[in-house]
């Protein structure tokens, strides 16, 4: 049994993980079109493998919608099958992985910054003009180092050499959520 992972939230991550969440294989695909790839990607990857799958973790952005909606579909169909699925936030990863403060950062539509910034259970999204943004925080995040001159950490590179300790808190955050009834979630 293993787990899916896909995030097309700016290029297409794609990787399979075994029931300890450490990774079978990982790929970064650099497509426009994901939709173009990824049915074949994932086909590969299962078959290649002879893998039953156990779950799907996906990531739900920021980032590129149709890109997101392309994956948030085949979760979906996925879903219909039976097959819990575990999502996330990119800004989420470095809370989940024991950072107390920060700031996650990544480039927006039309000149803008997102930024989500945290300290400890406080937090704040905006969208800021590009020319406007200054960094503040020591503890400086984005999906790609690359962003703002390699001044930030890769939540990627976090997520794919910390798998275990960052996936299984996703998948049990996520479970918790999920086993709540409706009157459950009033009452919280």
């Known amino acids: 049994m293993s787990y899916l992972f896909l995030d097309s939230s700016s290029s297409l991550d794609i ?21 173009s790839v990824i049915h074949k990607e994932i ?4 078959n290649g493998n002879h893998l039953n799958l156990k779950g799907i973790f996906i990531c ?22 039976g097959l819990p699925i ?22 927006a539509f039309k000149g803008e910054v997102f930024e989500y910034t945290w300290e400890g259970k406080d937090n704040n999204k905006k969208l800021i003009v590009h020319n406007d943004f200054k960094p503040n925080r020591n503890s400086l995040f984005s999906k790609d180092d690359s962003f703002l001159n390699n ?18 808190k996703i998948k049990d955050l996520n479970s918790f959520w999920n086993s709540l009834s409706y009157q459950d979630l009033i009452l919280y």
């Open 15 to 35: 990787g399979l993980l075994d029931e300890g969440f450490n990774w079978i294989t990982y790929k970064s695909i650099k497509e426009k079109k994901i939709s």
């Open 151 to 168: 001044k930030c950490e890769s939540t990627r590179d976090l997520l794919k050499n910390d798998s275990v300790l960052i996936l299984k």
């Open 86 to 107: 575990y999502s996330f936030y990119h800004f989420e990863i470095p809370a989940i992985k024991g950072v107390e403060s920060g700031s996650w950062v990544s480039e």
């Open 43 to 46: 086909d590969e990857l299962i």
């Open 60 to 81: 739900s952005g920021p980032g590129s919608y149709t890109g997101m909606r392309v994956v948030e579909g085949i979760a979906q169909i996925y879903k219909w099958l």
